[in-house]
């Protein structure tokens, strides 16, 4: 049975007053963003949890947080801090679901999160002094600066950077061991790719999968109502048909947008249909206050679609809908992260298979000197995406920055060692409507499935098309209509963003622009040019998406600076 009643901890000890006793406190949600006192652990539950402390040691906590997918049982608590307290950490390693939390003693603090857990759990060392949290506006320091101009910069662009240089995340597999001299960490938990027999064919692959992903679902049989967010997708699609199968009580939400060319209601519509599921729409606009100036959020929030996710929290919340399943991570999984000649010739692959592959490149859009060059396994057909600035955005308003690196990836943490869209989203959207986000696509049997899966089972070329997650299509092949999995290409990305800039001109001048700005007044944004690109459409079009980012990190800035000195 899944549990959603673990919302945050956050804590803080010093080591020079080691003999004094910790604090236990229980606060709600609502609390966050009010510094822990000395020796003091934190955890915030829900509301109407029936959870309660567990004595795990003399004076010992154990603190946890985000989804658990088993009875939280006192005697399972117990075991968890044991296994920490003894050094077990590959039974540790070893247990099931998201794992993500604190073990607290006067004179030792532990931190861990498991390969599979989304928490981000953060921390700092000054002195004597640990503390720790899953919220970054715990953790910050009233007396000095946490970030440069250049991390604000690049936040301004719409890079998913970490700013908070003196801030550290727990990455996933990491123990983290603080006490009164040191400061150390283990990986306790790594991933081996799932042992196969060589050669084995991409039907086996679909049907692992499946068998993983419906193991994965029957987590939630029993958890109440579950809302699913489904997009028409595959990633979406291929979670509800588990879901279903495994016998949850799911209802679907879905986005509609009023551009034609975006709307994938139909696919969702047949989708639901054809599982007998209740489809719930939610209106998605730029409607309101937007950029929203009168939020705080602990980071930077670069998602231009900040507005929907309020807006289908508020929903889920209305309908009293505690889990909230998505399918999150079905790119990383199964589609395609490089691919080319070598993919098809020395893929761990049957003999049929390579044959077919090699004849899809020859017939692909790709000119034979490319496909040729792919023959090293240094070489991709996508490395000119990045290479020739396909990703770059337009920053015709900021200033030049020297060392800014031109791909907007450069030095990203990965996703998975601290997610900044998901952070803010937790903290801003979800979980202050006691919404627990949960991701069935990221379980430890698919990780080690997809770390196995051959680069030439993420991608096919066929006939001139380039066909996506075929892992996915052929286990969506007897459960849903064509229609569904046949899908090619993708629909026009909707344009919401853009039609917010163009229109409201005055709302961006007068946040970023006007005297009260903090990116002005750092060298991040050029006022004068600011005001041109704001009054030429054709350039409020071409830097859209770079407007919406800088003006969610002005108001980052000046609710930074309302905490701050």
């Keep these: 049975m899944l549990v959603g009643d673990f919302l945050g901890i956050s804590g803080r000890v010093d080591f020079d007053t080691a003999d004094a006793e910790i604090g236990l406190a229980r606060l709600p949600f609502a609390g966050r963003g009010t510094p822990p006192a000395p020796h003091r652990a934190v955890r915030r539950p829900a509301p109407d949890t029936s959870l309660r402390p567990v004595e795990t040691g003399p004076g010992e906590h154990l603190l946890l947080s985000g989804p658990v997918t088993r009875p939280a049982t006192d005697g399972w608590q117990r075991r968890i801090a044991d296994l920490i307290r003894e050094g077990r950490h590959a039974e540790l390693a070893r247990l099931p679901g998201e794992l993500c939390g604190a073990l607290v003693t006067p004179r030792k ?59 550290t995340p727990v990455r996933p597999g990491e123990l983290v061991v603080a006490d009164q001299r040191t400061l150390s960490t283990v990986r306790f938990d790594a991933l081996a790719p799932l042992d196969l027999p060589r050669r084995t064919p991409l039907a086996q692959y679909a049907e692992l999968a499946y068998e993983m992903l419906l193991r994965e679902a029957r987590a939630y049989v029993g958890a109440g109502r579950v809302g699913v967010m489904v997009s028409g997708g595959l990633d979406s699609a291929a979670v509800l048909c588990a879901l279903v199968e ?24 047949t989708i639901c249909d054809h599982l007998s599921v209740p489809l719930e729409m939610v209106k998605a606009g730029y409607d309101g206050d937007f950029p929203p100036s009168g939020r705080s959020f602990p980071h930077p929030f670069l998602n231009v679609g900040f507005p929907w996710l309020e807006q289908l929290a508020e929903r889920v919340h209305g309908d009293g809908i505690r889990l909230l399943v998505w399918g999150r991570d079905g790119d990383l999984r199964f589609g395609p992260l490089r691919y080319g000649l070598h993919d098809a010739l020395a893929g761990d692959i049957p003999f049929r298979e390579r044959a077919a592959l090699c004849a899809g490149l020859i017939s692909s859009r790709w000119e034979a000197p490319r496909i040729v060059r792919t023959a090293s396994r240094s070489r991709s057909l996508f490395d000119d995406i990045r290479s020739g600035g396909g990703l770059a955005r337009a920053t015709d308003f900021l200033e030049p920055v020297p060392g800014v690196p031109d791909d907007p990836f450069a030095d990203v943490p990965a996703e998975d060692d601290y997610s900044v869209k998901d952070a803010c989203a937790h903290l801003t959207s979800w979980r202050p409507r006691e919404i627990m986000m949960c991701n069935p696509l990221g379980s430890r049997d698919l990780r080690r499935l997809a770390a196995r899966m051959p680069d030439a089972y993420r991608m096919i070329p066929y006939q001139g098309q380039v066909i996506t997650k075929p892992v996915l299509r052929l286990l969506l092949s007897t459960r849903l209509p064509a229609s569904v999995w046949r899908r090619y290409g993708r629909l026009w990305m909707s344009s919401a963003h853009k039609h917010r800039a163009l229109a409201d001109t005055d709302a961006f001048h007068e946040l970023m622009g006007g005297p009260d700005s903090r990116l002005v007044r750092m060298g991040v944004v050029n006022p004068e040019r600011l005001a041109e690109v704001l009054t030429d459409p054709h350039r409020r079009r071409r830097n859209a998406e770079t407007l919406v980012h800088a003006a969610m990190t002005e108001i980052f800035l000046r609710h930074y600076e309302g905490r701050t000195p």
């Design 246 to 269: 495994a016998g949850a009580d799911v209802v679907a939400y879905h986005h509609v947008v009023d551009d034609p060319l975006a709307d994938e209601s139909a696919y969702a519509r």
């Design 109 to 167: 603090v532990t931190l861990f999160r498991n390969l599979v857990s989304t928490e981000g759990l953060l921390y700092r060392r000054d002195g004597p002094v640990v503390s720790w949290s899953t919220d970054p506006a715990d953790l910050l320091d009233r007396e000095r600066e946490e970030f440069s101009r250049q991390a604000i910069w690049r936040c301004c662009r719409g890079d998913e950077v970490f700013i908070y240089h003196g801030l």
